[in-house]
């Protein structure tokens, strides 16, 4: 498959003194508000402690414009992966997996007002106990239509020579995740393999659009290891497939593009004309892993011919474990939001964008330097402002942080968000107001926090 270039020569002159007075502005204000944040997480604390809910959940509600936080899994269960979406209504939902000693693993599901108060209990998704599987690159998907219909997207461990295969799902809850029909498997292939770093998205005509990365066509290596620090196995290839039955059955499973990188999540997005976008890490020859996308204008049955955003010229024999995000503003136009360490620039998040449906691509911008651990949020709320969460730390402590952006990229607002020993942030937006959930950790144990901030 061929694949052209957006903005490969790129002068990156414009961009370098605005860039790094806004590096310096955000970071001095960054730095400033840590010791604000540890104050406010600790005062958290003692409030939640004061606050359970059932079953050893936060019932506390957040103080408005405050950034406080309330845990969302049980106290006593090694939470991880989290996944949210905001409903029609102004709630949160918000999935994660508890892990057991003995591999075992289940996909719950929360659902929060918009005051970030639970709303009962969380539920298990996966019909048949422990039988879930997800890791830190490949967490559940959660979407919700127009009238809030929730569609959670989840793996679940199957019986394989290699003991390394599973199968997609997607699971539908019509009264607000309160229950949920039988799981429907989304891929269409008869033989074990693996299927994970999916997407969900949900289309304004009601179309459910589900892609992963899927290993039925791949032969893996004989022996894995590492390289660089990167883990290492055979590309994948990308799989589509949509429903226009509420999601109880799904489209042949359709191949998009081959040679991607296996360990780096999927995106999708779609605008106000029901274009679907869907991107990936491609690997070039050389092992050049760069971001791709392609689009849909007849409902996921064809696609455009791939387009690889910028030439980062990031080089690696192994896997970065971080993929693109999407959001299309109340322009139509498509923005993109990644992390290279590539030889073609400073090593940071970049941000390019489209107006002709994915066609081409403006030159990148970076806007944050430094190490970024995991796949960057880029979320928009029918707005011309955009929200971009992400982790920093590299191999050091981490924590998250927020930025609020505008049509262009230009970091606008640097709202100081910095929770130490947090990691792997996924976020909603509705009605001006951000959640962001979260994993805590203290020692080895992990848990799902979710942080609300209101409007001023």
Not at 176 to 186: D, H, L, N, R
Not at 235 to 256: H, I, K
């Amino acid at each position: 498959m061929c694949y052209r270039f957006a903005g490969v020569t790129i002068s990156m002159q414009t961009f370098k003194d605005r860039g790094e007075l806004k590096l310096r502005d955000l970071k001095t204000k960054r730095a400033a508000c840590v010791l604000c944040f540890a104050l406010m997480l600790l005062a958290c604390g003692c409030a939640r402690r004061a606050g359970q809910g059932p079953s050893g959940t936060s019932a506390a509600s957040p103080a408005a414009n405050s950034g406080q936080a309330v845990r969302v899994s049980s106290d006593d269960a090694d939470a991880a992966e989290p996944a949210s979406a905001a409903g029609p209504d102004g709630s949160v939902y918000v999935a994660w997996v508890e892990h057991r000693s003995n591999g075992a693993a289940d996909v719950m599901l929360a659902h929060l007002d918009s005051a970030g108060r639970m709303g009962g209990t969380p539920v298990r998704l996966n019909s048949e106990a422990g039988k879930a599987t997800a890791w830190r690159g490949d967490p559940p998907t959660v979407a919700l239509s127009q009238n809030g219909v929730v569609y959670v997207g989840w793996t679940a461990r199957i019986e394989s020579a290699s003991g390394h295969a599973d199968d997609l799902y997607l699971s539908v809850s019509h009264d607000g995740g309160q229950s949920f029909a039988s799981p429907v498997k989304v891929n269409d292939d008869q033989e074990p393999a693996v299927h994970g770093m999916h997407s969900l998205a949900v289309a304004h005509d009601g179309r459910v659009y589900m892609a992963w990365l899927d290993e039925r066509n791949v032969t893996q290596p004989q022996h894995s290891g590492k390289a660089e620090g990167h883990h290492m196995e055979s590309n994948r290839e990308l799989f589509m497939a949509y429903s226009t039955d509420d999601g109880r059955s799904f489209s042949t499973n359709q191949r998009v593009a081959t040679d991607v990188c296996p360990c780096c999540k999927t995106a999708l997005a779609i605008g106000s004309d029901n274009r679907l976008y869907v991107s990936w890490r491609q690997v070039l020859p050389g092992d050049f892993r760069h971001i791709a996308v392609a689009s849909s204008s007849d409902g996921g049955k064809a696609f455009s011919q791939p387009v690889i955003v910028s030439d980062d010229r990031w080089q690696i024999a192994g896997c970065p474990v971080s993929g693109p995000s999407l959001a299309v503003g109340a322009d139509g136009v498509l923005r993109v939001l990644w992390y290279s360490e590539g030889h073609a620039g400073e090593t940071g998040l970049y941000w390019s964008e489209s107006s002709d449906g994915a066609r081409t691509f403006a030159p990148r911008k970076l806007f944050s330097g430094g190490q970024v651990s995991g796949t960057p949020v880029l979320l928009n709320d029918k707005g011309n402002t955009f929200a971009a969460v992400w982790g920093e730390g590299g191999n050091g402590p981490s924590h998250l942080v927020t930025a609020r952006l505008d049509v262009e990229g230009h970091v606008i607002e640097d709202n100081g968000t910095a929770m130490n020993n947090s990691e792997l942030p996924t976020a909603a937006e509705t009605g001006g107001q951000l959640f962001i959930a979260y994993i805590s950790k203290s020692g080895d144990h992990r848990s799902i926090w979710l942080s609300h901030k209101s409007p001023a």
